[in-house]
């Protein structure tokens, strides 16, 4: 079943006339109460087939949902590590509109067509933003993995917000490039 959902992701842009993460942002405007008007709204005024527009609204549902939720508890005991948090998504929210942020258990994903980097609360006083960058030689600041293993080749180990600075951005744009 994760497959075929998966082809149908990468399938939206071409079948809608739109990716996931735009029908998600034009879902979060318009904030439908129930499922049949969000379904009416797509299918009527976009013409996005029934299985299309069904998928797209429980995606949306269920990332808002718990993802709100994954990040309190990621977050619960760091609340001082938040602002590079929402300074990491803001940037990497302005590479694209294909951008896709899922919340896990334990960290967040950035993804465009692969995953590019991971954003963990690692310690009360720090993030690790693991990145990849496969090929990209490590430097003091941009180091091996470490606990990502295998889903970063590099990490940044990240205790203040002014760490978000030009050339963290330049590695990111770098992963995101890498990552279509």
């Known amino acids: 079943m994760e497959q075929a959902l ?19 942002a034009i879902l979060d405007k318009k904030n439908f109460a129930k499922h ?26 269920a990332e808002k949902a718990s993802g709100d939720d994954l990040l309190a508890t990621q977050y619960k005991g760091k609340e001082t590590l938040i602002p590079i948090y929402d300074s990491l998504i803001t940037l990497v929210k302005s590479f694209g509109d294909d951008v896709t942020i899922t919340s896990k258990k334990t960290a ?8 590019f980097a991971l954003i963990k609360p690692a310690t009360k006083t720090r993030i690790d933003l693991g990145l990849k960058l496969k090929d990209k030689p490590e430097t003091k600041r941009l180091g091996n993995s470490g606990p990502f293993g295998t889903m970063c080749t590099h990490r940044v180990q990240l205790t ?17 490039e890498k990552a279509q």
Not at 108 to 115: P, W
């Open 6 to 24: 998966k082809t149908m992701i990468a399938n939206m842009p071409e079948k809608t006339g739109k990716s996931l993460q735009e029908w998600k």
């Open 36 to 61: 049949g008007e969000a379904m009416k709204f797509l299918k009527g005024e976009h013409s996005v087939t029934h299985g299309f527009a069904n998928t797209i609204i429980h995606l949306s549902k």
């Open 108 to 115: 967040v994903s950035i993804i465009r067509k692969k995953q």
């Open 160 to 176: 203040a917000e002014t760490e978000v600075d030009a050339e963290l951005e330049q590695w990111l744009k770098e992963a995101y």
